[in-house]
């Protein structure tokens, strides 16, 4: 169990940081309420928009891609925010894999309380009849979730190759396409209120893919952290 | 190591794909609508994916031992292992494409075969990019070791997995029937099978002869 503490000390500094300074939450928060008011701006000059018949996908599509860029630019920070001489202190006194654990649970915490505030601003700016709100608000919670363990491990690998975002969004892109396309397919059919049963499928291979990921950068952390 | 020196199996490679050039074009094969002579294509496209995964199978091998031992050859033979399996993934994606024309109306359809497809093969260039991010040579390798095997299990869930899920029109996909099915009565499997075997050995004999030129280029360039 002196991993399971190990972790959870971690936690409580990751959130303490965060709590003093509240830079990443504002920060992330302010950049996603600017892309929804760009989008709501510029959908604006196209008078008639709203009732047209692509607006459900649109806004669909579109609430994915924004959190999409959200979470890359939230999670990136996990690493390389980090200077190198308190990464070396942590790696004295804790198990990487309390490291990596740790960094993932609090991109979770954070990005589900992102999405969930992204998801009520949105629907501020471009309201939209949500047939099944329960299952959507799941749904977006996943898709934080996901989001989180694909990009805590990317941002690993990427900080150690020169601490650079076009190099993230390369490595990282790739893992978060189908992803991204489940998350699309769950939620739009969430949204046109279709049984929820016929999603489970979905949602099931999401889960792999968060599982494969997970035990991945468990296994894979511990080589990465030693320079 | 012992293997890859060896001539035997590299006779039985290419014995084995040329037999296919005979039995692949000359055997009969069931009329099927639509697809017709072009089934014809499975002796061809299915074993280039066959040799990719192959090689990505061994340069996943090399790059978990060279994370245990920390020996520069494991890792010139993962990277040449993956350069020699996008190669192989590339003549996948264009003899499906060629086969998709003739089947399907069009080169790319937007199938989600292909697009998963394309999206893997992003997957290893990005491993690439990453290579070429990081001077130093024993980080690059442990990095890109680890990105190596990070990558492989995605890459199985996006062309073997997803597209099983999904409404793909890709004979094995979405319902549809693999041409396994059909083979069972006649001489497919005599063809199909040795170009399996055959192609694979082909990308593995690629993969050690770039393995053994990387090799000596580094005992060139080794500072005594």
């Known amino acids: 169990m002196k991993l399971a503490g190990q972790t959870i000390e971690l936690l409580k500094k990751e959130i303490i940081l965060e709590w003093r300074s509240k830079y990443a939450f504002n920060g992330i928060l302010l950049y996603i309420v600017a892309t929804v008011f760009v989008c709501y701006i510029s959908f604006n000059l196209n008078p008639g928009f709203k009732d047209s018949q692509g607006y459900p996908i649109v806004w669909n599509i579109l609430f994915w891609i924004i959190m999409?860029?959200?979470?890359?630019?939230?999670?990136?920070?996990?690493?390389?925010?980090?200077?190198?001489?308190?990464?070396?202190?942590?790696?004295?006194?804790?198990?990487?894999?309390?490291?990596?654990?740790?960094?993932?649970?609090?991109?979770?915490?954070?990005?589900?309380?992102?999405?969930?505030?992204?998801?009520?601003?949105?629907?501020?700016?471009?309201?939209?009849?949500?047939?099944?709100?329960?299952?959507?608000?799941?749904?977006?919670?996943l898709g934080a979730v996901s989001f989180s363990t694909v990009f805590t491990m990317i941002s690993a690998i990427a900080s150690k190759a020169g601490n650079n975002g076009t190099l993230m969004a390369i490595l990282s892109f790739p893992v978060i396409i189908p992803v991204i396309l489940l998350l699309v397919k769950v939620s739009k059919s969430a949204m046109d209120g279709i049984d929820r049963s016929l999603s489970f499928g979905n949602i099931g291979v999401l889960l792999a893919i968060n599982v494969i990921v997970i035990a991945s950068s468990l296994i894979l952390f511990p080589f990465l952290w030693r320079d | 190591m012992k293997f890859i020196y060896q001539t035997w199996w590299k006779v039985i490679a290419v014995l084995l794909v040329f037999s296919t050039f005979i039995t692949g074009l000359l055997f009969r094969v069931p009329r099927l609508p639509i697809i017709h002579e072009t089934i014809r294509n499975l002796y061809f496209h299915v074993p280039m994916w066959m040799g990719m995964l192959t090689v990505f199978v061994v340069s996943v091998y090399y790059s978990i031992k060279y994370l245990r031992s920390g020996k520069e050859e494991h890792d010139l033979a993962a990277v040449e292992c993956v350069n020699t399996g996008l190669m192989f993934y590339t003549l996948g994606?264009?003899?499906?494409?060629?086969?998709?024309?003739?089947?399907?109306?069009?080169?790319?359809?937007?199938?989600?075969?292909?697009?998963?497809?394309?999206?893997?093969?992003?997957?290893?260039?990005?491993?690439?990019?990453?290579?070429?991010?990081?001077?130093?040579?024993?980080?690059?390798a442990k990095i890109s070791a680890i990105y190596n095997i990070f990558a492989f299990p995605v890459m199985i869930v996006l062309i073997f997995v997803l597209p099983r899920m999904t409404d793909s029109l890709h004979p094995g996909s979405g319902?549809?029937?693999?041409?396994?099915?059909?083979?069972?009565?006649?001489?497919?499997?005599?063809?199909?099978?040795?170009?399996?075997?055959?192609?694979?050995?082909?990308?593995?004999?690629?993969?050690?002869?770039?393995?053994?030129?990387?090799?000596?280029?580094?005992?060139?360039?080794?500072?005594?």
């Open chain 2, 93 to 140: 994606l264009l003899t499906g494409m060629l086969w998709a024309q003739y089947a399907w109306g069009e080169f790319w359809s937007g199938d989600s075969k292909q697009n998963s497809a394309a999206i893997a093969f992003l997957l290893y260039c990005a491993y690439l990019v990453l290579r070429n991010s990081i001077d130093e040579e024993q980080k690059r």
């Open chain 2, 175 to 224: 319902g549809n029937p693999a041409f396994g099915r059909y083979d069972l009565d006649n001489g497919m499997k005599l063809a199909f099978y040795p170009a399996m075997l055959g192609w694979s050995f082909i990308a593995l004999w690629i993969a050690t002869v770039r393995y053994r030129i990387r090799l000596i280029e580094n005992k060139k360039n080794a500072i005594n």
């Open chain 1, 68 to 141: 999409l860029f959200a979470s890359v630019n939230a999670i990136a920070k996990s690493f390389l925010q980090e200077s190198k001489a308190r990464l070396l202190y942590y790696y004295s006194i804790a198990h990487p894999q309390a490291i990596i654990l740790s960094k993932t649970i609090y991109n979770i915490l954070l990005m589900g309380l992102l999405s969930i505030l992204a998801l009520l601003v949105y629907k501020l700016f471009f309201p939209n009849p949500l047939g099944d709100l329960l299952f959507y608000f799941i749904t977006v919670l």
